[in-house]
């Protein structure tokens, strides 16, 4: 079945470390997305990509990078310099964006939390 | 500037009664907007959306909606609500000119159920 695969479920960061959230689909979608939700807050765009080799800030990048080497892979990268980490975090991709019109794809999440 | 609320936080409802959650949006031009469900740990499944036309949608799990261009209201509607549907429900808006799929999230609304 097509879908998208977030991995791990749950991931625990120790102070001044880095981790990586994975997300791979295999919609043969253009576009991906990272979200991030915190209670009572709706989901936040933290980084998209439209094509390979090509990625935008979205509205809360500080703190985040990512890449996009493969159609099918959009890891994001926590870093030391996101403070407030704690959070679920959701990946999402839709066909061509001017397509598919807002109509996005969620993978299951990853809740985030700091030790 | 863009955004979306969803004025119930938390709505508790008895299994068989109508349902309807509340969403208002402010966006400069004929928006599209969406309605996407969330269960708990999960990612989120697009509901119903609405681009042009006619104003009342319908959705996939019986679920309706209606636009209401002179209220900035896109509410959502059940007739009739079983336990299964409850989770958390968030209204979105977009995409945006630019043409990537960004969209802006309302905080959401839990839905739980009684029997």
């Known amino acids: 079945d097509g879908g998208i695969t977030q991995s791990p479920k749950y991931l625990f960061r120790k102070e001044g470390q880095n981790v990586t959230l994975s997300c791979e689909q295999n919609l043969n979608h253009d576009a991906m997305y990272w979200y991030r939700q915190d209670p009572g807050q709706g989901l936040r765009l933290i980084y998209y990509s439209q094509i390979v080799n090509d990625f935008q800030k979205g509205d809360i990048a500080e703190g985040y990078s990512v890449s996009r080497e493969k159609k099918e892979s959009f890891p994001l990268t926590v870093t030391s310099a996101q403070k407030n980490p704690t959070a679920f975090y959701l990946c999402a991709s839709s066909i061509a964006p001017g397509s598919s019109r807002g109509k996005l794809f969620f993978g299951s999440g990853t809740q985030l939390s700091v030790l | 500037a863009q955004s979306v609320t969803q004025p119930d936080i938390h709505i508790t409802v008895s299994e068989g009664a109508s349902l309807e959650l509340r969403c208002n949006y402010s966006?400069?031009?004929?928006?599209?907007l969406f309605w996407y469900v969330q269960s708990p740990g999960q990612g989120l499944q697009l509901l119903l959306k609405y681009f042009s036309g006619d104003t009342l949608v319908q959705g996939i799990k019986g679920f309706e909606a209606e636009f209401k261009r002179s209220q900035s209201s896109f509410n959502l509607r059940k007739p009739s609500v079983h336990w299964s549907d409850a989770a958390e429900y968030f209204c979105a808006v977009g995409p945006f000119p630019g043409g990537y799929n960004k969209l802006i999230f309302g905080a959401g609304t839990r839905l739980a159920v009684h029997p």
């Open positions: 966006y400069g031009a004929t928006p599209y």
